[in-house]
């Protein structure tokens, strides 16, 4: 009933008002989009800023492991030729003796 109640006005709107509807509507969607990809553009350069300053982090961090590695290396080898100095082992037997004896 509802439906036949509504019959007595035009199915379709003029073609003038419509066309005036549809202008208002773009610029509003227009806004409303434009606001919308503002947001999803500031959120992305925000995002992409917290991964660089994470990447860097992570990289600071890794440098710092290889310094740790490396000083270790190095430690391990004077001690290792203090060693074989004070036992009087060739530091080549010595090597190839702890080479040997690592896992694979």
């Known amino acids: ?7 007595s ?8 008002s ?8 773009k610029r509003g969607s227009r806004k409303n989009q434009n ?9 992305l350069r ?3 800023r917290a991964m660089i300053f994470e990447n860097a982090a992570l990289c600071d961090e890794v440098a ?3 310094e740790k590695f490396l000083r270790a290396k190095e430690e391990r080898r004077s001690s290792q030729t203090e060693c074989c100095s004070t036992m009087s082992v060739p530091s ?7 080479h040997e004896s690592l896992p694979a």
């Open 1 to 7: 009933d509802s439906m036949l109640s509504g019959a």
């Open 9 to 16: 006005a035009p199915a379709f709107p003029s073609p003038t």
């Open 18 to 25: 419509s066309s005036e509807h549809k202008a208002k509507m």
């Open 35 to 43: 606001e919308k990809y503002r947001l999803k553009y500031l959120r």
């Open 46 to 48: 925000k995002a992409a």
């Open 64 to 66: 710092h492991l290889e």
């Open 92 to 98: 080549t037997q010595w090597a190839s003796a702890a």
